[in-house]
């Protein structure tokens, strides 16, 4: 092996493992989507209200 092949493997194997796990986080990053923001602005406040769903408010 020389030494360019080397360093390129021993890179890739990081970024491969870190690309797979977010890959797996989609389904999460799908039920924190559903998550219901409303904001409130009058000339003297600034609200925010979140609605969220029974899975997260449950622990999921």
Known sequence: MTKTS???A???A???TFAGAVWADDANWALLDQI???EIITDTSYEVRKVFRSAIENGV
């Open 14 to 16: 990081p970024l491969a």
């Open 36 to 38: 219901e923001v409303e």
């Open 6 to 8: 080397v360093s390129i």
């Open 10 to 12: 021993a890179l890739s």
